[in-house]
């Protein structure tokens, strides 16, 4: 039975983790009474005396604890931001490559990597090894997240649905000094580190992560998280909105797709409708190819494809 302490446990990152632990039936974890959590002798003697210890503080405060730990057995994971650069640490990111797998099985020191950077590295990290793209490469993120990492206080603020601007996402880290953003640089192997937007939504947790990358007078985008289509719908309309490309049909409906092809002159819509059921979306300025109708509202039937011309 591995004994296990968590020192702030009484935190967001701590009561998730205690959760966590719960379900499995080989670990124990221990825990100090409420008036010893702070005292500097007991945390030190409890964690001297674990498996494990995780680590759910501040940064300066991490740092401090693992002074405290003096049994060389003791295996330690730490979530602030403290020592994800540090060298002598391993990065808790084993599906990264064989290293870093390695480098975690033999090391009692290990850095959990942030929430926004693991989007970013899970994306960034194999292209730059692969060569596909270059560490100079000057990049741009988007990282949508929820608001429990903001502790006790934003999650209350959030869930008293007080202050209707919470409703709507919120940029941060404007001043580009963003934690993650020295583990972004250096996991991923780049010159220099993104540009950065971290954005909070209305919503206690979750992630996605969008990466923007200039690609000679064109950019590349790499998306990190599944996606229902609502996202990628609405990033794509933002695209073609900034590049003023209207598509031949507005607002078409979920699972239909049309574009164009013109030959002498003539320019032919096809519409596919890849819905068990009919669709209808707007042709206003068509007609139809078979029967030269003009054309307003297209019905279109489940699984089958009407073709246009103007």
């Known amino acids: 039975m591995k004994k296990i302490y968590i020192d702030g446990q009484a935190g967001t990152t701590g009561l998730r983790i205690r959760e966590r632990l719960a379900e499995l039936d080989d670990v124990t974890v221990l825990t100090l009474p409420e008036d010893k959590r702070k005292d500097t002798e007991a945390r030190r003697e409890i964690m001297n005396s674990v498996d494990f210890v995780f680590l759910c503080l501040p940064d300066a405060a991490a740092r401090e604890a693992v002074t405290l730990i003096e049994n060389p057995a003791v295996k330690v994971l730490d979530t602030s931001t403290a020592h994800r650069t540090n060298p002598a640490w391993a990065y808790g990111f084993p599906e990264l490559d064989e290293s870093f797998c390695e480098k975690i099985k033999a090391s ?29 490469a000057k990049l741009t993120a988007t990282s949508l997240t929820g ?26 880290g404007l001043t580009q000094t963003h934690k993650h953003l020295p583990e972004m640089q250096k996991i991923c192997g780049l010159d220099q580190p993104p540009v950065f937007s971290p954005i909070l939504g209305d919503f206690y947790a979750g992630m996605a992560a969008l990466t923007e990358n200039v690609l000679g007078k064109g950019k590349a985008y790499y998306q990190a998280f599944r996606d229902t289509g609502s996202f990628k719908r609405a990033a794509l309309d933002g695209i073609l909105a900034e590049l003023g490309i209207e598509g031949p049909v507005a607002a078409l409906p979920a699972g239909v797709t049309a574009h164009t092809r013109c030959a002498d002159g003539v320019q ?43």
């Open 108 to 136: 009692n020191r290990i850095a959990v990597p942030g929430c926004h950077a693991s989007g970013f590295i899970a994306l960034v990290r194999p292209l730059v090894q692969a060569g596909l793209l270059s560490p100079e």
């Open 147 to 172: 608001y429990s990492g903001g502790g006790k206080g934003m999650i209350a603020d959030y869930e008293a649905g007080e202050d209707d601007l919470l409703t709507a996402p919120r940029q941060y």
């Open 268 to 310: 032919y819509l096809f519409v596919e409708n890849y819905n068990e059921t009919e669709a209808v979306v707007s042709a206003a300025g068509y007609t139809d190819l078979e029967t030269g109708e003009a054309m307003d509202a297209l019905s279109v039937p489940g699984y089958g494809i009407r073709v246009l011309k103007k």
